[in-house]
């Protein structure tokens, strides 16, 4: 994952090769990597080059694969230290502040949710034919695309907190042949940069609702009422807690509970009157992956 060793490993290499590709220091613990990964099958070495044969790594290596890589990794990184240290952070310790560095990873790890999103956003451009957009947090672009792609008029706006997730966004636009219509900005949206300032036929907030504290929250979204359009709508999408029965909300809202600058995930009725609050008259709720909680909230 992290370590670069199952991207090395996309072609056979020598232990030599690996060690200078991956600026090993401690070669005992690339031998004693390569040789769990021969025990799990996963690995295996002949004429003394190691190769990847299982079909778990063969699986995350592969790029289509990329979102369940990231997951992967996460759960070995980041989620991993909520169940280490859940005990201390139970009982007073401090949260971890390590959601400043996973900005890419977070990035990568939310396109395993790209084709419900996708579906539930060309709808509702399909309905509303926006002409400005603005997507706050808008990581790979993707969202972006779907948009710009589904109506050739409209044109957009991003807006990314982490620098590097902001370059990893503009180089997608170009490559998509996108960037003539979309500007995607460096910022935070509790202090707007000029450039977007509005008024928005539709503006995205997915995934990052649970970046605010309450107060936080409803001042977010009143500052973003005044920002959409007449006729215009805010659209979110977001895990909750408590509808069913969901591992991964679950999951995810014990991690955004463990994490400095994190929230808990809304409950599905408090994210509709948290919305209200915020000015909105009306609330449009649908589920967007069958027996979980991620919904999506159009607001107008």
Request: hydrophobic share 40%; proline share 5%; aromatic share 6%.
């Amino acid at each position: 994952m992290d370590s670069g060793l199952l991207g090395a490993l996309s072609e056979p290499r020598t232990r030599e090769e690996l060690s200078a590709r991956l600026e090993v220091a401690r070669p005992e613990l690339l031998d004693a990597i390569l040789e769990l990964g021969s025990s799990l099958g996963e690995i295996s070495e002949k004429s003394g080059r190691y190769r990847v044969t299982g079909s778990r790594s063969r699986a995350l290596q592969a790029e289509r694969n990329d979102a369940l890589a990231a997951l992967v990794e996460a759960n070995v990184t980041y989620y991993n230290d909520v169940f280490r240290n859940f005990s201390r952070r139970l009982k007073g310790a401090p949260l971890d502040e390590g959601i400043r560095s996973i900005g890419p990873l977070v990035a990568r790890v939310s396109r395993i949710s790209e084709p419900f999103v996708e579906h539930f956003l060309r709808e509702v451009v399909r309905e509303r034919r926006p002409r400005r957009i603005l997507d706050i947090g808008c990581g790979s672009g993707q969202n972006l695309r779907t948009v710009l792609e589904e109506d050739p008029r409209t044109e957009g706006v991003g807006l990314e907190v982490d620098p590097e997730v902001v370059t990893q966004g503009r180089e997608n636009l170009r490559a998509w042949g996108l960037d003539a219509r979309v500007a995607v900005f460096s910022g935070d949206v509790r202090a707007i940069p000029e450039e977007v300032q509005g008024p928005f036929d539709l503006i995205l907030l997915f995934s990052v609702i649970y970046y605010f504290t309450l107060p936080d929250r409803i001042a977010l979204l009143q500052a973003l009422r005044n920002r959409v359009s007449p006729g215009g709508a805010l659209v979110i999408a977001t895990s909750c807690r408590g509808e069913n029965a969901d591992l991964f909300s679950a999951n995810l809202n014990l991690a955004t509970s463990s994490m400095e600058g994190l929230t808990p995930l809304p409950e599905v009725a408090e994210m509709e009157a948290h919305l209200r609050e915020g000015g909105f008259d009306s609330v449009l709720r649908k589920r967007l992956i069958a027996r979980t909680n991620y919904f999506g909230f159009i607001a107008s």
